[in-house]
């Protein structure tokens, strides 16, 4: 099992800028991969961003290459998602992930093993 805690959700004016943080616990696996996904009010989930926690390839959707950066600390057992010159339409309730493999087709089809609960950011225009 491993459990994700998120952190760093709030409110901020667009063009602003917000670090959201998991915290993962438990087991973890040397192909294990991590995510962040985001659901907008009246919206499906979708997949915003991934790294593989071993060699830390990071992957992103289209809408927020250049603005979003995923990372990961492995010695506290973290990954970031640092997310500048945010836009109203990133207003979101964002939830980290976890995966046993590292898969394009899990991540964007929100396959995950593993949820955290989410933290909501919203941005102000």
């Known amino acids: 099992q491993v459990q994700l805690v998120e952190s760093g959700g709030g409110l901020v004016q667009a063009g602003g800028s917000l670090r959201l943080s998991c915290a993962a616990s438990g087991r973890t696996f040397s192909s294990m991969s991590m995510a962040w996904f985001r659901q907008a009010p009246g919206k499906e989930r979708e997949f915003v961003a991934a790294i593989t926690w071993s060699a830390g390839i990071t992957y992103y959707v289209d809408s927020v290459k250049g603005r979003f950066t995923i990372s990961r600390d492995k010695a506290k057992n973290t990954v970031y998602l640092q997310m500048n010159s945010l836009k109203p339409e990133d207003t979101a309730v964002y939830y980290c992930?976890?995966?046993?493999?590292?898969?394009?087709?899990?991540?964007?089809?929100?396959?995950?093993?593993?949820w955290g609960t989410g933290t909501l950011v919203t941005v102000s225009s």
């Open positions: 992930a976890a995966d046993s493999m590292i898969s394009y087709s899990r991540w964007s089809g929100g396959a995950m093993d593993y």
